[in-house]
T-cell receptor, first 111, second 111 residues
């Protein structure tokens, strides 16, 4: 069976500090991978998606970037965090054109 | 871009009541998905629909893929306290790698 992990579960960072969130998937190969952000009590905003190693599509201009160094690893980064980067970050995977499965999320608070 | 209108935004019901929520789109989708999100966790897939007119059940949950392919509904029968959470619909246009999400329906149950 497939599992998806996100690390860390929670993070408190000062404004201007760097960020690195990691997502890994087990039990499948060549998945599509996605990063979403969710503000408190709000819907899901797609940030990035990837259909293969080194292939990143950005959905909205922002202070964040994504990378996919390995087939089942997806990383979300920032060089300098803003207050507005606070939120709940969700990683998801899917097989091509199929349903998405979400990880447990990372709660980021920027102070 | 594509948008999904999900309604209602919130529901306050008594335990044991039936629940109905729906999503409508300006675009034709070939996939409809329904997710439930508990506080502080990632969304969990409840039901996936792939054919217009399809009616699928998962325990007390029933969802339908609208004939026009522009809408879907989710029903919950005989609600129980663990049904509390936020329910999201999501749709995919044929060939797209991304899902479009509704804004969610927050369900609160009074015991």
């Amino acid at each position: 069976s497939q599992t998806i992990h996100q690390w860390p579960a929670t993070l408190v960072q000062p404004v201007g500090s760097p960020l690195s969130l990691e997502c890994t998937v087990e039990g499948t190969s060549n998945p599509n991978l996605y990063w979403y952000r969710q503000a408190a009590g709000r819907g899901l905003q797609l940030l990035f998606y990837s259909v293969g190693i080194g292939q990143i599509s950005s959905e909205v201009p922002q202070n964040l970037s994504a990378s996919r160094p390995q087939d089942r690893q997806f990383i979300l980064s920032s060089k300098k965090l803003l207050l507005s980067d606070s939120g709940f970050y969700l990683c998801a995977w899917s097989r091509v054109n199929n349903e998405q499965f979400f990880g447990p999320g990372t709660r980021l608070t920027v102070l | 871009g594509q948008q999904l209108n999900q309604s209602p935004q919130s529901m306050f019901i008594q335990e044991g009541e039936d629940v109905s929520m729906n999503c409508t789109s300006s675009s034709i989708f070939n996939t409809w998905l329904w997710y439930k999100q508990d506080p502080g966790e990632g969304p969990v897939l409840l039901i996936a629909l792939y054919k217009a007119g399809e009616l699928t059940s998962n325990g007390r949950l029933t969802a339908q893929f609208g004939i026009t392919r522009k809408d879907s509904f989710l029903n919950i029968s005989a609600s129980i306290p663990s049904d509390v959470g936020i329910y999201f619909c999501a749709g995919r246009i044929q060939g797209a790698q991304k899902l479009v999400f509704g804004q969610g329906t927050r369900l609160t149950i009074n015991p």
